[in-house]
């Protein structure tokens, strides 16, 4: 069992920025692909970005030039750096690790963009 533990949401203004982080219950990250979620109520869960065990990433068109995945597996942890953001980026934000038929889910963090 993997327990992912999200911080770093919040209220920002339109143009800010804000770093999430989720803490990963052991050392995982040389087998697991790891994700960012959101989802807005009403919308399905969409993926931001991801990175796999050996650091490939990807990205949504919508947040390309804007938002960037980044892992230490020293701290088994894995970070979401979000820039200029907009309010449609407004949604609950998840981590997920990833290696199927395997998946597990943060609890996830409010990620409002507001003036």
């Known amino acids: 069992q993997v327990q992912l533990v999200e911080s770093g949401g919040g209220l920002v203004q339109p143009g800010g920025s804000l770093r999430l982080s989720c803490a990963a219950s052991g050392s995982i990250f040389g087998r697991y692909t790891m994700g960012w979620y959101r989802q807005d109520p009403g919308k399905q869960r969409e993926l931001v970005a991801s990175?796999?065990?050996?650091?490939?990433?990807n990205y949504a068109e919508s947040v390309k030039g804007r938002f960037t995945i980044s892992k230490d597996n020293a701290k088994n942890t894995v970070y979401l750096q979000m820039n200029s953001l907009k309010p449609d980026d407004t949604a609950v934000y998840y981590c997920?690790?990833?290696?199927?038929?395997?998946?597990?889910w943060g609890q996830g963090t409010q990620v409002t963009v507001s003036s």
């Open positions: 997920n690790a990833r290696a199927l038929p395997s998946s597990f």
């Open positions: 990175i796999t065990s050996v650091g490939i990433t």
